[in-house]
């Protein structure tokens, strides 16, 4: 059974970093498109990073230069590192996969994260 | 920036039909493959219809998708209206460089 599992959230204060995980199972990470997804409050979804599977990158320009994505193969997980967090970044943080051949998404639970001004 | 437009939101009755569209901002939205997301309150997004019209295993054939491009839109019927089917619904599909775009969402009411 695929699942995908985020931890990681909190509240932090602006200016401060959390790293968010996603733990994968019934798949492996280095073989997928992985994508983290968020939603501010009350607001829709926004694509904010995609580790492609050759391990290239894809950043928002409203993270570019603050976010990282990443993986560890041997624990079969991604990561977004988030330094230099803002109000602006409070949202629930989707991780996601998209299927190998094809556009159908598998998704996670979403951790929430919070940033005090 | 390619964008995608969606109704702020639709209301109908139980057991009717409803239909949501969304309309791309230029170019060619039959370029690239539309995926329709659905998310009950205090739920994460699930896949209703990916790659236009195909349904996920699980996902009734209630719910179809569509292109139109005449009108540079895709299009999710939900037929047979249910209170379950009460979420917010969004578009996605990717700009000229192969990146994420999604819509703004429709809050579907069954009355």
């Known amino acids: 059974e695929v699942q995908l599992v985020e931890s990681g959230g909190g509240l932090v204060q602006s200016g401060g970093s959390l790293r968010l995980s996603c733990a994968i199972s019934?798949?492996?990470?280095?073989?997928?498109?992985m994508i983290w997804v968020r939603q501010a409050p009350g607001k829709g979804l926004e694509c904010v990073s995609v580790?492609?599977?050759?391990?290239?990158?894809y950043y928002a320009d409203s993270v570019k230069g603050r976010f990282t994505i990443s993986r560890d193969d041997s624990e079969n997980t991604m990561y977004l590192q988030m330094n230099s967090l803002t109000y602006e970044d409070t949202a629930v943080y989707y991780c996601?996969?998209?299927?190998?051949?094809?556009?159908?998404?598998?998704w996670g639970q979403g951790t929430r994260v919070s940033v005090s001004s | 920036n390619f964008m995608l437009t969606q109704p702020h939101s639709v209301s109908e009755s139980p057991g009717k039909t409803v239909t949501i569209s969304c309309t791309g901002s230029s170019g060619n939205i039959a370029a690239n493959y539309v995926q329709w997301y659905q998310q009950r309150p205090g739920s994460a997004p699930t896949t209703i219809i990916y790659e236009d019209n195909q349904r996920p295993s699980g996902v009734p054939d209630r719910f179809s998708g569509s292109i139109d491009r005449s009108s540079n839109s895709a299009s999710l019927t939900i037929s047979g209206l249910k209170t379950e089917d009460e979420a917010d619904y969004y578009c996605?599909?990717?700009?000229?460089?192969?990146?994420?775009?999604f819509g703004g969402g429709t809050k579907v009411t069954v009355l």
């Open positions: 580790l492609y599977s050759a391990g290239t990158t």
């Open positions: 019934g798949f492996a990470v280095r073989k997928n498109y």
């Open positions: 996605q599909s990717y700009d000229t460089t192969n990146h994420w775009v």
């Open positions: 996601a996969r998209r299927y190998t051949l094809g556009h159908q998404v598998d």
